[in-house]
């Protein structure tokens, strides 16, 4: 199972029958919706990610997804983005500060800054190096569809 796999409910919206709203059981910041089912999918991936990044600003830690419940769609991260926060939470865990990762890494801080931003297309073998500097290896597993 994937660690950043999100339980979602959409549900049309019931004003004029058009349209629909996305809410996340587990993240209670994360609400956007679509005119379409399909459109309201796609925004909820970006919400989910957005809202994920709200965390890390934070710094709190990352909600644990709740078990699938019937009727509910389920959303995951893109990859770069799972190891992004399995950095932020490495880092969290071992209380490791963005200047002790970019010291270890042998880059400046706004570098280092970006490997945990989720604002930034960081290249997933970067964030590969900074998850060896914490002492974690990435893996990657597929899954059936």
Known sequence: MMKYLYP???KGTEENGEGF???FPD???A???GFTFRDSL???EDCLVVALEGYI???RELPIPSPYQKGQELLTVQPVIAAQLDLYT???EQSITVPELAKRLGIGEA???KLVSLDYCTPIGEVAKALKAVGCDLAVAERPA
């Open 57 to 59: 600003v934070l710094e």
């Open 90 to 92: 490495a880092m969290r």
């Open 21 to 23: 709203v996305v809410t």
């Open 27 to 29: 993240i209670n910041e």
């Open 31 to 33: 609400i956007t919706g």
């Open 8 to 10: 979602c409910d959409i």
């Open 42 to 44: 796609i925004l909820a």
């Open 111 to 113: 570098d280092a800054a």
